[in-house]
């Protein structure tokens, strides 16, 4: 039985979206609008992409933008819920999976990895890294929506396991940050500076793997 979310005092909000009724060939519009975001966002940088170029390349009116998402806060928050949704199902998995621990998380962290990356998450965690200070509403919501609950998840596997006897975890929470920022944090990081990206998607996944077991099996000799 999962554990309910941890309490959270005060979720960073963004303006919201505009309302609009799409037909499909509207919905089409949108989604190639995201599709050529992502390419312009990673190409340019957050403050360097215009709304013209992205217009321009995917073809469809600057007033169908607008109406769909606003400005450009709200098609990099699109941008984001996409993302977000994708590597949540990621770590649903997880949780859902009948291998022992070991196995499961390895099979959980390439998954995981193929998603970081994405262009798409690419261009998220390329755009908080750099216009952090500069869009805080888009940082915290990012942490907030797509990050801290990846974390529950991942406790609440931990802690799952644990009382299983699958594991011995005394903190979840800890541990469940511990994994994140030893499978991913420093991969995010290289793959923002573009020093790695799909193309090395193999053996990255091997680098995943090895740290899951430096993760469940620590450093120290056997005894």
Same mark, same amino acid.
């Not at 957050?46 to 321009?56: C, E, F, H, P, T």
């Not at 109406?67 to 450009?72: I, L, P």
């Not at 499961?104 to 998954?111: G, K």
């Given at each position: 039985m999962r554990r309910p979310p941890h309490p959270s005092p005060e979720k960073p909000t963004l303006p919201p979206r505009p309302a609009v009724e799409l037909q499909r060939r509207g919905e089409l519009r949108v989604e190639r609008f995201l599709d050529v975001a992502i390419e312009v966002f990673n190409e340019k940088g957050?403050?360097? #992409?215009?709304? *013209?170029? &992205?217009?321009?390349r995917a073809g469809g009116s600057? *007033?169908?933008?607008?109406? #769909?998402?606003?400005?450009?806060?709200?098609?990099?928050? $699109?941008?984001?819920e996409r993302s977000i949704r994708d590597f949540g199902k990621d770590v649903e998995e997880l949780l859902d999976s009948p291998l022992?621990? $070991?196995? $499961?998380?390895?099979?959980? #962290?390439?998954?995981?990895?193929?998603? &970081?990356l994405s262009p798409a998450r690419i261009a998220c965690h390329r755009i908080i890294t750099t216009e952090g200070i500069s869009q805080p509403a888009l940082r915290d919501w990012f942490r907030v929506h797509g990050i801290q609950p990846a974390e529950r998840l991942l406790s609440e596997?931990?802690?799952r396991e644990t009382r299983a006897g699958r594991l011995h975890i005394e903190d979840p929470d800890m541990a469940a940050d511990h994994f994140y920022m030893l499978v991913f944090g420093g991969l995010i990081i290289r793959s923002i500076n573009g020093w790695v990206d799909g193309t090395q998607l193999p053996q990255i996944q091997g680098r995943a793997r090895s740290a899951v077991r430096m993760f469940l099996q620590g450093a120290l000799p056997r005894s």
């Open positions: 957050y403050q360097g #992409a215009r709304l *013209s170029d &992205i217009v321009k600057l *007033s169908t933008l607008y109406r #769909a998402f606003g400005d450009k806060e709200g098609l990099v928050h $699109a941008l984001m022992p621990p $070991a196995q $499961a998380l390895e099979e959980a #962290a390439c998954h995981m990895v193929e998603e &970081i596997y931990f802690a």
